[in-house]
């Protein structure tokens, strides 16, 4: 992983009181590495493990592909809440020791109802990414905050390149399913390790039960995302789970096919190259977003707005692409909207946990993206069943056109109240 989100110059080793240093968040993006590793590495050899559960030509597959996001969004908002009120370290680790349990329950598995179990076990135990982040936002505020998730979705994207390569190199000696338990040693290792980090408190935060108070009134009975007294500048949760939403789905309705088409366009071309073709754009966030949130930094809204653009752009070419070049240039330009997005979606996170209880906001979050992400899934199956490999990218291209209108009407009236105020 090589994505330097926290400057060494900004962030001293030790932590401020009731906080963490730059060390510390470094340790927690590790374990969250690990655990992306594990959970991301088996799912694309489910076609190679249904058989030898009894579903010989691996007709679950797509469904049991997305069975642990399903569960993991169902119960993030219950785990954030728990976190608020239990401790965000506990809630953490808790997190760390579910995948393993589910992972250990996955490679004993010797019937497809067993497995199925423990792949609902895994999203509705895991949710690492709602405790992770909900740690951090306990201990961070501001720019350190921002940083800090940003340097998280580079663990992901480290994870989802590296870890379906290693599963690959390992499977000739180890069957992809018997792989599960290998992997669990790995969030029971994260695990050792969190444990020895402190419980968070957030300097110069309000009370827990303020903080909770405000975000339940915010959430639940705000009509509009919105209260009276939320901050000038900061944006209402509601369209923050809106731009969360429209993302995910746009970004992810690629992924399904994109080695259908490419083969389709690209006939003879290798399947390590197709590999490298799906990890450019992740290629891209690890390269580029620490330079991105400095720059946008203070200015999320036109970030977002053309990481929507980008991201059109990106899934419009892949339709015309018919060339190894060409297919380069779009996978590229996807990842330019992919860390564009991906960076101020961290920063507007970072804002809107201000005076709000972390761990309710980032459940909330993961239920929303995960929501994008099924989404996403199904819609790429029925349009790709009936129209082709194509159509999934004409579909996210017209999501992602929608969006960044929506977010530059967004991004202009932001500045419009800032520069009244």
């Known amino acids: 992983m090589t994505v330097d989100a926290l400057p060494r110059q900004s962030e001293p080793d030790t932590a401020a009181p ?10 927690v993006a590790a374990c969250y590495f690990v655990a992306s590793f594990a959970a991301l590495g088996l799912p694309p050899y489910l076609t190679a493990i249904l058989p030898g559960l009894g579903d010989q030509e691996g007709r679950w597959a797509g469904v049991l592909y997305i069975v642990p996001t399903v569960f993991s969004a169902l119960g993030a908002p219950l785990w954030g809440r728990l976190a608020d009120r239990y401790g965000r370290k506990r809630l953490l680790l808790r997190a760390q020791l579910g995948l393993a349990v589910s992972f250990l329950l996955a490679g004993a598995a ?14 509705f135990l895991g949710g690492t990414f709602a405790a992770t982040n909900g740690y951090l936002a306990a201990a961070l505020d501001g720019a350190r905050l921002s940083r800090a998730l940003t340097l998280m979705q580079g663990s992901a994207r480290a994870a989802l390149v590296a870890a379906p390569i290693l599963v690959g190199l ?18 029971l290792t994260a ?11 957030r300097p110069g935060a309000k009370a827990t039960a303020e903080s909770e108070s405000a975000s339940a009134s915010e959430t639940e009975a705000a009509p509009t995302g919105t209260t009276a007294e939320e901050p000038p500048g900061r944006t209402p949760l509601r369209v923050l789970y809106g731009l969360e939403f429209a993302f995910v789905f746009a970004t992810i309705i690629s992924f399904p096919y994109l080695i259908a088409l490419a083969e389709e366009r690209l006939p003879g071309v290798s399947g390590t190259t197709t590999g490298v073709l799906f990890a450019l754009p992740h290629l891209c966030y690890l390269a580029f977003a620490a330079r991105t949130h400095t720059v946008f930094l203070h200015r999320p809204h036109t970030g977002i707005a053309l990481g929507f653009g980008f991201v059109a752009l990106g899934l419009a070419g892949h339709a015309l692409a018919d060339s190894l070049p060409a297919f ?14 991906l960076v101020c979606l961290s920063v507007l996170a970072a804002e809107a946990c201000r005076g709000r209880a972390p761990g309710r906001l980032f ?25 082709g490999a194509t159509s999934p990218v004409l579909v996210g291209t017209a999501a992602a056109l929608l969006a960044a209108v929506a977010a530059t009407a967004l991004s202009s009236h932001s500045r419009q109240r800032w520069s009244r105020s």
């Open 170 to 187: 390992l499977s000739p000696w180890i069957d992809p399913h018997r792989q599960y338990l290998l992997m669990a040693v790995l969030p």
């Open 363 to 387: 459940g909330s979050l993961e239920f929303v993206s995960k929501g994008g992400a099924v989404a996403a899934g199904a819609v790429a199956a029925l349009v790709n069943g009936r129209f």
């Open 18 to 27: 009731g906080g963490i240093g730059r060390r510390q968040v470094h340790a």
């Open 328 to 341: 380069v240039a779009v996978r590229l330009l996807l990842g330019a909207g992919l860390t564009l997005g």
């Open 191 to 201: 695990a050792v390790f969190l444990s020895l980090l402190p419980e968070p408190g």
């Open 110 to 123: 010797d019937s497809l109802p067993a497995f199925t179990l423990a792949l609902v076990l895994q999203g």
